[in-house]
């Protein structure tokens, strides 16, 4: 069993930045950030293997947000710069625990879950 805390979000404006946190209780394979916007479903932000440091992007956060990670601490971490309102979400952190849990990219395919931060950019 693997617990994953979170911590970081809030509210900023347009333009601002923010950092996110998840630190796990053990070694994982894989993790990831997912957002979920109210009435929307959790889609994937970002992921990163913790051995080799590959990373996985969305589309719509790439260039702006970089995901990283520190072995040492088991924690990886989500730097969001350039934040606009679409941004607007629950972040949730997550892990995969070996290879072959399949796609970084589908939430299913995820073995444990943070608890959620909220992420709130005005306009």
């Known amino acids: 069993q693997v617990q994953l805390v979170q911590s970081g979000g809030g509210l900023v404006q347009a333009g601002d930045s923010l950092r996110l946190s998840c630190a796990a209780s053990?070694?994982?394979?894989?993790m990831g950030w997912f957002r979920q916007a109210p009435g929307k479903e959790r889609d994937f932000v970002a992921a990163i293997t913790l051995s080799s440091g590959y990373t996985y992007y969305a589309d719509s956060v790439k260039g702006r947000f970089t995901i990283s990670r520190d072995n040492a601490k088991n924690t990886v971490y989500l730097q969001m710069n350039s934040l606009n309102p679409e941004d607007t979400a629950v972040y949730y952190c997550a892990a995969q625990m070996t290879s072959y849990s399949g796609s970084a990219y589908y939430r299913g395919n995820y073995d444990y879950w943070g608890q959620g931060t909220q992420v709130t950019v005005s306009s």
């Open positions: 053990g070694r994982t394979f894989l």
